[in-house]
T-cell receptor, first 114, second 111 residues
């Protein structure tokens, strides 16, 4: 069955370290997204991609980067982790089309920055 | 910037009753509307999609859309304890596949 996976599921790191969160989908979706979820803020879009070599900034992109070298993967990198980036991170994928726009979420990564 | 508003505060309903959740959005060009269910500690799960004005039913769930009033709702009939979760409303403009989420409504079904 097609799925979307994230790794690691839990991560503890220190301030200033570079961290990469992996996202892999086997849906063959063109579109992939990274969100963070925090109490009081709900889900907020970090970065997104509409296809290979395409990346775009979302509403909370500062301090994060992504790259898309193939259809299946969209890794999220925190260049220099900050305590404010402690959060739960969700990757999602979807296939745009006529009135589709549905997105399907991975299981999430809980990141703690000490 | 789209804005999606959901009622604040948890909703407690007795088992077997109807739970009603509401969502308003500010972007008049929004074309696609979704309800996600999120259990504590889990990821959001898509439960309903609606694109046209009116009602859409799927099992015990009914989504209602009124684009003129910029309003979308979710009804859960015959509520079960397994429906206890947070429900997220999401909207997107046509074709761009980007979602804006409300902050969610917690539903607690009391046996």
């Amino acid at each position: 069955d097609a799925e979307i996976t994230q790794s690691p599921r839990h991560k503890i790191t220190e301030t200033g370290r570079q961290v990469t969160l992996a996202c892999h989908q086997t849906w063959n979706h063109n579109n992939m997204f990274w969100y963070r979820q925090d109490l009081g803020h709900g889900l907020r879009l970090i970065h997104y991609s509409y296809g290979v070599q395409d990346t775009n900034k979302g509403e909370v992109s500062d301090g994060y980067s992504v790259s898309r070298s193939n259809t299946e993967d969209l890794p999220l990198t925190l260049e220099s982790a900050a305590s404010s980036q402690t959060s739960v991170y969700f990757c999602a994928s979807g296939q745009a089309g006529d009135r589709l726009d549905e997105q399907f979420f991975g299981p999430g990564t809980r990141l703690t920055v000490l | 910037q789209k804005e999606v508003e959901q009622n604040s505060g948890p909703l407690s309903v007795p088992e077997g009753a109807i739970a009603s959740l509401n969502c308003t959005y500010s972007d008049r060009v929004s074309q696609s509307f979704f309800w996600y269910r999120q259990y504590s500690g889990k990821s959001p799960e898509l439960i309903m999609s609606i694109y046209s004005n009116g009602d859409k039913e799927d099992g015990r769930f009914t989504a209602q859309l009124n684009k003129a009033s910029q309003y979308v709702s979710l009804l859960i009939r015959d509520s079960q304890p397994s429906d206890s979760a947070t429900y997220l409303c999401a909207v997107t403009a046509y074709g761009n596949n980007r979602l804006a989420f409300g902050k969610g409504n917690q539903v607690v079904v009391i046996p």
